[in-house]
């Protein structure tokens, strides 16, 4: 999965703390960021392009048009499904970044760019962890998790030089209660130096979740590594348990639990953060990712609470219709279509029943496979599943190669469930009911 677009708002809060109040900067980095939440990564970069050859453009957008740049690059590596490609658009995004940090060393957003450097060094760690899992990369599985592991470990130290020289900028306030209507710069300038020494734990937390993440799941490592992880974002909850960012931190130790296993804690956290009072954009789109979170678990074989899924995720999306096409709004459809496919597939549905949910999984596969990302593979085979499942109720024969290789994904799982089911017949009634 992708690693870090929900702490994102974590950075966004070091951008609005760090760029000056201007109306008409404001405007072109609203526009910009509209473009980016929507996907449209091919559209932005034109309009990048087009306001960096703008002389109108005032200096302090045309100064922040390279970072601007990288960060639309990061986003539109996200979209992307083959490693090699989300590789190349990466580096490209470094290189931006070194172009703003050469171009503009004293400005104000230089320490962010240097934080965002190691945020993409381990986007760079995620890939290698995709094509460590890759079928046709098995024999170089070892090699490119160890590769991983060493870009978890240069973002690290880029992140604990940040750590360290917050934690410095923070401490040098003294503890005491300023007063923001009599010393309004002061207070202004302790709030954002909170900030980023918050942002900085958290980026050391995913570290060490993001190196689990290069060891195989349920190895030793990797529980090992999420546990540590989960205890670390608990401190950081725990110091800022009223704030954004902490709220994000218990998010994540949730994410923790429901990694090893622990479904009932990963729950009881996405079911608290899901029933915090606010209700501001920060607090929602925290709310949203919890909401994902909480069907992935409802979703597991462990829980198998298809109906739940369905009706948690419809009532969402038909609160949000704006929002569907966003990673998250894809991410919870992707859930409904899940859960309806497993729910259409669960022994004892019935048959009219089947064929009307399978094709309301159909269109909702169909919807995410629509777009670029991480869904477009998956949603593919769910697609050649269901049609294959629809093709054989009818008596009709595939028509294209995904229904086919569908229909024999269907025939494969058939069979291993018959296998199972004779496996653990003990007696000679049993393995003969267990054939019929």
Not at 264 to 274: C, D, H, I, S
Request: proline share 3%; net charge positive; aromatic share 8%.
């Amino acid at each position: 999965m992708r690693l870090f677009h929900f702490v994102s708002i974590v950075s966004l809060f070091t951008i609005l703390t760090t760029v000056s109040s201007v109306s008409a900067e404001e405007q072109y980095l609203e526009f910009l960021q509209g473009l980016r939440d929507k996907n449209y990564h091919d559209t932005a970069l034109l309009y990048l392009d087009k306001i960096a050859a703008d002389k109108s453009t005032p200096k302090e957008i045309q100064e922040l048009i390279p970072f601007e740049r990288a960060m639309t690059l990061l986003m539109f590596s996200r979209t992307q499904t083959q490693p090699d490609e989300q590789e190349e658009t990466l580096n490209q995004a470094l290189a931006q970044l070194s172009l703003f940090t050469k171009q503009s060393p004293n400005h104000p957003m230089a320490g962010t760019a240097n934080t965002e450097r190691g945020k993409i060094i381990l986007e760079k760690a995620e890939v290698e962890g995709r094509k460590a899992q890759s079928p046709a990369e098995q024999n170089n599985k070892k090699a490119h998790q160890a590769e991983a592991r060493k870009l978890v470990a240069q973002a690290r130290d880029i992140f604990q030089k940040a750590y360290n020289l917050h934690e410095k900028t923070w401490k040098s306030f003294p503890a005491t209660f300023i007063d923001k209507q009599k010393e309004p710069e002061k207070y202004e300038a302790r709030a954002k130096a909170e900030i980023q020494f918050m942002s900085a734990q958290l980026d050391l937390a995913q570290c060490t979740y993001a190196e689990a993440q290069t060891y195989d799941p349920g190895s030793a490592d990797f529980n090992r590594l999420l546990k540590k992880a989960a205890e670390e974002y608990a401190k950081i909850h725990e110091r800022y348990r009223s704030q954004v960012g902490g709220l994000y931190a218990r998010m994540w130790q949730g994410k923790c639990f429901e990694e090893q296993g622990e479904l009932g804690q990963a729950l009881g956290v996405y079911n608290e953060l899901l029933g915090h009072p606010g209700n501001s954009s920060a607090i929602k789109s925290l709310k949203d990712n919890c909401l994902q979170f909480r069907l992935i678990c409802m979703n597991d074989e462990k829980k198998k609470d298809y109906q739940l899924v369905i009706k948690e995720a419809e009532e969402w999306l038909k609160q949000n219709r704006s929002r569907s096409r966003t990673a998250i709004g894809q991410g919870i459809t992707w859930e409904l279509a899940r859960a309806q496919e497993a729910l259409a597939n669960k022994e004892g549905t019935d048959k009219g029943d089947q064929e009307r949910i399978l094709r309301q999984a159909l269109v909702n596969a169909r919807f995410v496979n629509a777009f670029r990302g991480k869904y477009r593979d998956v949603s593919r085979l769910m697609m050649g599943r269901i049609n294959a499942k629809l093709q054989k109720n009818s008596g009709g024969d595939p028509q294209d190669f995904a229904t086919a290789y569908g229909l024999g994904q269907d025939r494969h799982k058939q069979t291993q469930t018959l296998k199972d089911k004779l496996a653990a017949a003990k007696s000679a009634a049993d393995k003969k009911k267990a054939q019929v």
